[in-house]
């Protein structure tokens, strides 16, 4: 017997089995490595209720994937299996290559809901296929600061029903193919200035602001019918001065009586700062009982996690209950949500459909389409054969991860003659326009709203090289300089896909392969 069993538990040992396996039922676990680890195969016959993959977890291989997932079906067919497949920057499916899809910003920019409808069905298509139950994703916040330094092109935009009408799309093209859409950051992450991995960050806005614009989209998207509301590690003091609101009853009373929502209210992962750091409950065990206590019925831990860890917060939640913290009926109800939520994914995969090779092929050409629609072009494209391209490396984004990401590391053929070079923002930039010669300059960076540091550099490289093709793989910052005699092309996203538009660009492309329109927007 586990030593979290030996938690106090009113009733004896049948009650205590009980009330454990009611605690499994509200954890959305992890493990490390591709396959099942034992101590996670016996969790799931005791009644795990999710299991969320990572990258760590998964080869790149849908087969591998395959195989995974029904494993974990073969031994809880009940088991919400789940992972973060926004599409873009933030993939676990492609973490080894980048995504097949393109992300929110770029379906936000080029504005067709049937579009994002669409890819989000050819999404949900490919992870049903796989036996993925729940995608955390689409991302709901409104991109409102410019200093966020975790949103960014995850974001379906700066406008609160923009995001809606594009976020209600991704809702209803998931559940096209079958698939239970997990809508986040409730209330909103994107008036931030901090990231909630590693900070405690402050939502600063007026309540009637707040419902404005941050409430908007999570209530058009309960209402298009999302199964699942993740909760933000966010403080919002016009609402709740005293907790985050993934611990926060108030927040989550607004969520089910203002809102009207009625499904699965599940945590951002607990081991992130913002919840089980110094500056919140100050561990992951007594922020998981806090959640449940404040109405939360799914606790996402984090990833890549052992035995020991995950059992921890088991006996957290089953000591809570011995001594009355948290009562058992809420217990009950949370682990009833989530069975009810698994048993309606577990009716859906009789009814999977096969993704066939032209199904694949439209996917493609959609996100293409998607990706070209999005870019966008400030200034004129000089001539860049034979360029000096270089990939500016800057922190990655927690969300994200590490994922490939640039011009010759996912289109080796882009340009004939090319030099790739690696900089930070502590490279020199003379050294690196001196390596560069009278050679055209192509120079990519990612989310150059999130670092000074990167802008600074990148505004001496063009204020030495005019003629420097500056190329922004993220969310657009206005800061960002516009080289005088070169052009500046913003993708919204760093995925294959939008690269690939920006290959085609420099090649002298004026549209997609196959698609007779015209170039990116000037």
Same mark, same amino acid.
């Given at each position: 017997?586990?030593?979290?069993?030996?938690?106090?538990?009113?009733?004896?040992?049948?009650?205590?089995?009980?009330?454990?396996?009611?605690?499994?039922?509200?954890?959305?676990?992890?493990?490390?490595? #591709?396959?099942?680890?034992? $101590?996670?195969?016996?969790? %799931?016959?005791?009644?795990?209720?999710?299991?969320?993959?990572?990258?760590?977890?998964?080869?790149?291989?849908?087969?591998?994937?395959?195989?995974?997932?029904?494993?974990?079906?073969?031994?809880? !067919?009940?088991?919400?299996?789940?992972?973060?497949?926004?599409?873009?920057?933030?993939?676990?499916?492609?973490?080894?290559?980048?995504?097949?899809?393109?992300?929110?910003?770029?379906?936000?920019?080029?504005?067709?809901?049937?579009?994002?409808?669409?890819?989000?069905?050819?999404?949900?298509?490919?992870?049903?296929?796989?036996?993925?139950?729940?995608?955390?994703?689409?991302?709901?916040?409104?991109?409102?600061? #410019?200093?966020?330094?975790?949103?960014?092109?995850?974001?379906?935009?700066?406008?609160?029903?923009?995001?809606?009408?594009?976020?209600?799309?991704?809702?209803?093209?998931?559940?096209?193919?079958?698939?239970?859409?997990?809508?986040?950051?409730? @209330?909103?992450? &994107?008036?931030?200035?901090?990231?909630?991995?590693?900070?405690?960050?402050?939502?600063?806005?007026?309540?009637?602001? %707040?419902?404005?614009?941050?409430?908007?989209?999570?209530?058009?998207?309960?209402?298009?019918?999302?199964?699942?509301?993740?909760?933000?590690?966010?403080?919002?003091?016009?609402?709740? !001065?005293?907790?985050?609101?993934?611990?926060?009853?108030?927040?989550?009373?607004?969520?089910?009586?203002?809102?009207?929502?009625?499904?699965?209210?599940?945590?951002?992962?607990?081991?992130?700062?913002?919840?089980?750091?110094?500056?919140?409950?100050?561990?992951?065990?007594?922020?998981?009982?806090?959640?449940?206590?404040?109405?939360?019925?799914?606790?996402? %831990?984090?990833?890549?996690?052992?035995?020991?860890?995950?059992?921890?917060?088991?006996?957290?939640?089953?000591?809570?209950?011995?001594?009355?913290?948290?009562?058992?009926?809420?217990?009950?109800?949370?682990?009833?949500?989530?069975?009810?939520?698994?048993?309606?994914?577990?009716?859906?995969?009789?009814?999977?459909?096969?993704?066939?090779?032209?199904?694949?092929?439209?996917?493609?050409?959609?996100?293409?389409?998607?990706?070209?629609?999005?870019?966008?072009?400030?200034?004129?494209? #000089?001539?860049?054969?034979?360029?000096?391209?270089?990939?500016?490396?800057?922190?990655?984004?927690?969300?994200?991860?590490?994922? @490939?990401? &640039?011009?010759?590391?996912?289109?080796?053929?882009?340009?004939?003659?090319?030099?790739?070079?690696?900089?930070?923002?502590?490279?020199?930039?003379?050294?690196?326009?001196?390596?560069?010669?009278?050679?055209?300059?192509?120079?990519?960076?990612?989310?150059?709203?999130?670092?000074?540091?990167?802008?600074?550099?990148?505004?001496?490289?063009?204020?030495?090289?005019?003629?420097?093709?500056?190329?922004?793989?993220? $969310?657009?910052?206005?800061?960002?300089?516009?080289?005088?005699?070169?052009?500046?092309?913003?993708?919204?996203?760093?995925?294959?896909?939008?690269?690939?538009?920006?290959?085609?660009?420099?090649?002298?492309?004026?549209?997609?392969?196959?698609?007779?329109?015209?170039? @990116?927007?000037?």
């Amino acid at each position: 017997m586990d030593d979290d069993a030996h938690a106090q538990v009113p009733g004896g040992p049948e009650a205590g089995a009980a009330v454990r396996r009611l605690a499994l039922g509200v954890l959305m676990g992890c493990f490390e490595g #591709p396959s099942l680890p034992g $101590w996670v195969e016996q969790d %799931l016959r005791d009644g795990l209720g999710s299991l969320c993959l990572f990258g760590s977890n998964l080869t790149g291989d849908d087969a591998q994937a395959t195989r995974l997932v029904r494993r974990v079906h073969e031994l809880a !067919p009940g088991c919400l299996v789940a992972l973060d497949e926004e599409g873009g920057d933030v993939t676990r499916l492609d973490q080894h290559r980048g995504s097949r899809t393109v992300g929110a910003a770029v379906l936000g920019e080029a504005d067709d809901v049937s579009l994002t409808r669409q890819v989000h069905a050819d999404l949900g298509a490919r992870l049903a296929a796989v036996g993925v139950d729940l995608d955390l994703a689409p991302v709901l916040d409104v991109s409102s600061s #410019p200093d966020n330094p975790v949103i960014g092109s995850r974001s379906f935009g700066a406008d609160a029903r923009h995001v809606a009408r594009h976020g209600t799309a991704a809702v209803r093209g998931l559940a096209d193919a079958g698939l239970a859409a997990c809508v986040k950051h409730f @209330p909103g992450h &994107g008036d931030t200035s901090a990231d909630s991995h590693v900070a405690a960050p402050v939502v600063t806005a007026s309540a009637g602001l %707040l419902h404005e614009r941050e409430l908007l989209p999570f209530r058009a998207a309960v209402e298009a019918g999302a199964e699942a509301v993740m909760t933000a590690h966010v403080r919002v003091p016009a609402l709740d !001065p005293d907790r985050p609101a993934s611990t926060s009853a108030v927040l989550t009373r607004l969520l089910r009586e203002e809102l009207g929502f009625q499904g699965v209210v599940v945590t951002d992962a607990l081991d992130m700062a913002g919840v089980s750091g110094p500056a919140a409950h100050g561990s992951v065990e007594a922020a998981a009982v806090a959640a449940l206590v404040a109405g939360a019925d799914l606790l996402c %831990l984090g990833a890549d996690w052992s035995r020991d860890r995950v059992h921890a917060v088991l006996a957290a939640v089953l000591a809570a209950v011995g001594d009355g913290t948290l009562p058992q009926a809420r217990l009950a109800e949370a682990a009833s949500r989530v069975a009810r939520l698994g048993d309606a994914a577990r009716r859906r995969r009789a009814h999977v459909v096969t993704v066939t090779p032209q199904a694949q092929a439209a996917a493609a050409a959609r996100v293409t389409r998607a990706a070209w629609e999005a870019t966008s072009v400030s200034g004129r494209v #000089p001539a860049v054969s034979g360029a000096v391209v270089v990939r500016l490396l800057d922190r990655a984004n927690a969300a994200v991860g590490e994922v @490939p990401w &640039g011009l010759l590391e996912l289109v080796p053929d882009a340009l004939p003659g090319a030099t790739g070079v690696d900089a930070d923002p502590g490279t020199d930039p003379g050294a690196v326009l001196a390596r560069a010669g009278g050679r055209a300059l192509v120079v990519l960076a990612r989310d150059t709203h999130r670092s000074p540091a990167v802008r600074a550099w990148l505004q001496r490289v063009v204020a030495e090289r005019p003629d420097t093709v500056l190329v922004d793989l993220g $969310w657009p910052s206005l800061t960002t300089p516009v080289p005088p005699r070169g052009a500046l092309v913003r993708t919204r996203g760093a995925s294959p896909a939008s690269v690939r538009a920006v290959a085609d660009l420099l090649a002298g492309a004026e549209a997609p392969p196959g698609d007779p329109g015209g170039a @990116p927007g000037q």
